[in-house]
């Protein structure tokens, strides 16, 4: 990984050596992550962006509402790292111990701040409700700390630890979106301060249809050993995901710097790749029809509407989806989509004949230009002798034409249902592009 | 929290004081956890498992693949507490350093097992493929552990670190399947050695359609301040769970103790619950259906599908699901399902009464018992003036009645795509259990 590694310095403390990449840890705080009733998002959240700056992320910690805990984890990160993240314990309970334990660890007592109580009796008098004499205690800081004005209800706020080394702590909420917002306001520059302007950030191609080995054999020996970058390999529900990490100046500098990874790597892995960055296989079928005025209807049996769903989840579908006809018994599709008996029959239910039967149905029935059918085995009951994973998919083009795929999809039911949906919508994405 | 606190041993060595509840460490290894690329779901998934078995977790902490920070986190995490878990890092590779971390940290050199060895040469024989020299990295393990039989690929192990006090450390590939194999055949044993046989049980109450202030309004008075549960409420999708842990000698205890509080907390929530533990809002509507050997179609405007594929993840939802309709362009209200287009005109698209005609017209296509309509808008863009997040919801009964149901529903799109989903299912499973 190449770190820019310009010297930084926060409230006149220099918090790390020049040339050395600064390091963080995470502090995750709260009862319900130990109990595992909770997976701690705002954990792979914070790493990220901290990644993104050029900072390298070396614990990420979990701690429940124990003050002492609490502080003994700081005093043993700040021994490691340039910069604590704390997520959680604001609150205004008395389980809210995250500003106890800084200031134990900092060595320094709470002091009241006349602002932050301000800020919150004008909160609770502008909602009409009655404030409890709890909620002041979110007006509390450590001595010495900057305050960050709150953006929901928790005040969050930065403090520099100088024993037994000088280490940046930064204590923010919990909820993610208070988190979030709070980050963009004032954390980025925080983290700015301490690992310079430089940027880095993540391209990422999402590859369809193909299996993580397979998509490693192809990616590799392309990125080569090149040390301005950094490779991995992600298995996400229907996609694998390439990502390329990639430092420079500026974010238009870096984006600049990967595209031609990007071009490269979309050519060798020859059209699997369904979109690039926030672009996914749904967003990019939504916007290919969208630039061809080109509508979409979709006749769905195993999938039992989740193709359909899916692209329904994409803000503006309705620009090109007409709808589904989702046909799960054997019966519906005769009833619903005049699929012949004398085909169920022959061929039965999960088949190529039916699923392009189907798929021109249902493309006829909405007056769609497009049509897309599937038909499959999800399991755990195997159907008509056909093993778990039998999946068909068909395509109905504007011109009439139908053209239908099939094969084994491996995994359990989610994963076949996904797969199978992924498939549909892949094949009319190729079709789309060309390609 | 009561904990049952009998003394344990393992290899002779007391792990803990008696009288004290033991307390454990979930450390997960992986440079993907601290780049922000995934999720660290082993951890939540461990702590549940020790929870329930009446271990105490006090620290979630995630470490790159890095010997020296691995074996210090170790170092750290036993003076703390009784038991370390650590997740990943046992794979065949350089970078898999668990093996060595965990030797550094006990003070031990690594050993070649010869029946691992005989297990690795001949999977790969079996497998007929070459073996890599470096695939006999998995044949070491410290001096002094105790080896887990692999169920994939990695061996695993337990070990017992006797600085600066007994901690036994149990080492577990990172691949979910495996762990979660492992745990059951192994870690069930080392944990009870550890914690006694006394079981801790989670109930889960599914609650639909109430707000989370509102249920803990409700549920915190008749769980009182009883010491033998800890209550805990979760807001997860579209549901609330309430969740009950409560500790006995075994299982069945633990059920039988837990059941009266159920059944209080589902009259004093009036229906809500949706479901209990394993059954969700989806597979409860499923069997109350096929205990009624009644059908179900459904017709989805803005929810796209959702509701039916919804359905169709639940195994065997064939016995009740026959399809559904989904007329997301306003033309396919009329086209498909014969919505008048004097009602469409009147009303709009989404109001009560379109909702109400499609949850007629589409029982009646698919010759179901009940039909189930939703439309509304989901945003980000308003309709017809209509705000985001208006809804309605529609059933139509075996007798040909319909009842319409319409809120303004909270949330970003996905939210209220899922919530508005939630509702139309929630008024079916009321009319099934006849609430």
Same mark, same amino acid.
């Given at each position: 990984?190449?770190?820019?590694a310009?010297?930084?310095?926060?409230d006149?403390?220099?918090?790390?050596?020049?040339?050395?990449p600064? *390091?963080?840890?995470?502090?995750?705080?709260?009862d319900?992550? !130990?109990? &595992?009733?909770?997976?701690?998002?705002?954990a792979?959240?914070?790493? *990220?962006?901290?990644? +993104?700056?050029?900072?390298?992320?070396?614990?990420q910690?979990?701690? #429940?509402?124990?003050e002492?805990?609490?502080?003994?984890?700081?005093?043993? !990160?700040?021994?490691q790292v340039?910069l604590?993240?704390?997520?959680?314990?604001?609150?205004?309970?008395?389980d809210?111990?995250?500003?106890e334990?800084?200031?134990?660890?900092?060595?320094?007592?709470?002091?009241?701040?006349a602002?932050?109580?301000?800020?919150?009796v004008?909160?609770f008098?502008?909602?009409g409700?009655?404030?409890a004499p709890q909620?002041?205690?979110?007006?509390?800081?450590?001595?010495?700390?900057?305050?960050?004005?709150?953006?929901?209800?928790?005040?969050?706020?930065?403090?520099?630890?100088?024993?037994p080394?000088?280490?940046r702590?930064?204590?923010?909420?919990?909820?993610?979106? +208070?988190?979030?917002?709070?980050?963009?306001?004032?954390?980025?520059?925080?983290?700015?301060?301490?690992a &310079?302007?430089?940027v880095?950030?993540?391209?990422?191609?999402?590859?369809?249809?193909?299996?993580?080995?397979?998509?490693?054999?192809?990616?590799?020996?392309?990125v080569?050993?090149?040390?301005d970058?950094?490779?991995?390999?992600?298995?996400?529900?229907h996609?694998?995901?390439?990502?390329?990490?990639?430092?420079?100046d500026d974010?238009?500098?870096?984006?600049? =710097?990967?595209q031609?990874?990007?071009e490269?790597?979309?050519?060798a892995?020859?059209?699997?790749?369904?979109?690039?960055?926030?672009?996914?296989l749904?967003t990019?079928?939504?916007?290919?029809l969208? +630039? *061809? #005025?080109a509508?979409?209807?979709?006749a769905?049996?195993?999938?039992?509407?989740?193709?359909a769903?899916?692209? =329904?989840?994409?803000?503006?579908?309705?620009?090109?989806?007409?709808?589904?006809?989702?046909v799960?018994?054997t019966?519906?599709?005769?009833? !619903?989509?005049e699929?012949?008996?004398?085909?169920?029959?022959?061929?039965?239910?999960?088949?190529?004949?039916?699923?392009?039967?189907?798929?021109?149905a249902?493309?006829?029935?909405?007056?769609?230009?497009y049509?897309?059918?599937?038909t499959?085995?999800?399991g755990?009951?195997?159907?008509d002798?056909?093993?778990?994973?039998t999946?068909?998919?068909?395509?109905?083009?504007?011109?009439?034409g139908?053209?239908?795929?099939?094969r084994?999809?491996? #995994?359990?039911?989610?994963?076949?249902l996904?797969?199978?949906?992924?498939a549909?919508?892949d !094949?009319?994405?190729?079709?789309?592009?060309?390609a």
């Open positions: 990984m190449s770190l820019a310009e010297p930084g310095t926060i006149g403390v220099v918090v790390r050596p020049p040339h050395d600064p *390091r963080a840890a995470v502090l995750s705080v709260g319900e992550l !130990l109990l &595992g009733d909770i997976t701690d998002t705002n792979t959240w914070i790493s *990220r962006r901290l990644t +993104e700056q050029g900072v390298e992320v070396v614990h910690l979990s701690v #429940g509402d124990d002492e805990r609490l502080a003994a984890a700081l005093t043993w !990160l700040a021994g340039h604590v993240v704390v997520g959680g314990g604001l609150g205004p309970t008395a809210d111990r995250t500003r334990a800084v200031a134990a660890a900092a060595g320094v007592e709470l002091r009241h701040d602002d932050l109580e301000e800020a919150i004008q909160r008098a502008a909602m409700r009655p404030m909620n002041l205690r979110q007006a509390r800081l450590p001595v010495g700390a900057r305050p960050f004005p709150p953006v929901g209800t928790a005040p969050a706020f930065a403090l520099t630890l100088t024993d080394s000088p280490t702590v930064v204590a923010l909420p919990g909820v993610p979106w +208070e988190l979030h917002a709070l980050w963009e306001a004032h954390v980025v520059d925080e983290v700015a301060a301490l &310079g302007r430089r880095t950030v993540t391209r990422v191609l999402h590859v369809v249809g193909r299996g993580e080995s397979d998509v490693a054999a192809v990616v590799e020996p392309v080569g050993d090149r040390d970058v950094i490779l991995a390999l992600l298995a996400k529900g996609e694998i995901q390439v990502r390329l990490t990639v430092s420079a974010r238009t500098a870096a984006l600049e =710097a990967s031609p990874l990007v490269e790597l979309s050519t892995l020859d059209g699997a790749v369904a979109g690039v960055d926030d672009e996914d749904e990019v079928v939504l916007r290919l969208g +630039e *061809r #005025g509508t979409l209807a979709t769905e049996s195993a999938t039992g509407g989740d193709i769903a899916r692209l =329904a989840r994409v803000p503006g579908a309705s620009q090109a989806l007409l709808g589904s006809v989702v799960y018994a019966e519906a599709k005769q009833r !619903l989509l699929v012949a008996p004398a085909l169920l029959a022959d061929h039965g239910p999960v088949s190529a004949e039916v699923t392009e039967a189907l798929a021109a249902v493309r006829e029935r909405f007056g769609a230009d049509a897309i059918a599937v499959g085995v999800a755990p009951a195997t159907l002798d056909l093993p778990v994973g999946g068909f998919w068909a395509l109905a083009h504007p011109d009439g139908v053209e239908v795929h099939g084994r999809i491996p #995994g359990d039911r989610g994963q076949v996904l797969r199978l949906g992924s549909a919508l !094949l009319l994405r190729r079709r789309l592009v060309g």
